[in-house]
Structures are given as C-alpha cells and as structure tokens.
Nanobody, 115 residues
C-alpha cells in the first residue's frame, strides 16, 4: 500500500503562483511515476503533469510553459510549480502514484484562482 498526502492548495489571484506538494509513504518502489491530475467543476478528471522516477515528464497542453513538475526521490515527494495561473485552472488537484503494485490517489487539494 502507498499513502499520499497533499498540501499547498488554496486561493490565489489570476497571474499568481502556487506550489502544491505530495509526499508518498508506504511500499514505495524505486521505479514509479508520480503525477498531478485535476477535476474542474462539471468536468472529468484530466492529467496535468506526470514525472517518472528517471526524470522524464509529460504535461497537458493547457499547462505547458506555465507549470513545472519536479520530484525529490529521497523524500518520495512530487511538486507542481504553477505559475501564471488562470481562473480556468481552478480545480481539485489530485496526486497520483503508479508502479507495478497499482495506482494510488491522494485526497485532493483545492486550488481556486480568482479573476
């Protein structure tokens, strides 16, 4: 089992920044992927960004050049630096951990961007 604890959500004005983090604990396997997904009101959950243990990343087109995902493997923690935030980035952001054992989710952290 893997447990994920997110922090760093909140209210921010448009154009501002936020940096949520997610710490994984439990049965962590050295080869894994961690990422952030989001669900906006009335929409389906979508991938925001993902980073593999080797460092490769992928991003949703809507956040490229504004968001940066990074990780600290020693701390089993993933970060999402969100810059130039827009009201349409308002959503619940969920941390995800994925390895051969399965797929695990955090409880979600609300990010609200005011115009």
């Amino acid at each position: 089992q893997v447990q994920l604890v997110e922090s760093g959500g909140g209210l921010v004005q448009a154009g501002g920044s936020r940096r949520p983090s997610c710490a994984a604990s439990g049965s962590i396997f050295s080869i894994n992927a961690m990422g952030w997904y989001r669900r906006a009101p009335g929409k389906q959950r979508e991938l925001v960004a993902r980073i593999f243990s080797g460092g490769s990343t992928n991003y949703a087109n809507s956040v490229k050049d504004r968001f940066t995902i990074s990780r600290d493997n020693a701390k089993n923690t993933v970060y999402l630096q969100m810059d130039s935030l827009k009201p349409e980035d308002t959503a619940v952001y969920y941390c995800n951990y994925d390895d051969w054992q399965g797929d695990y989710w955090g409880q979600g952290t609300q990010v609200t961007v005011s115009s």
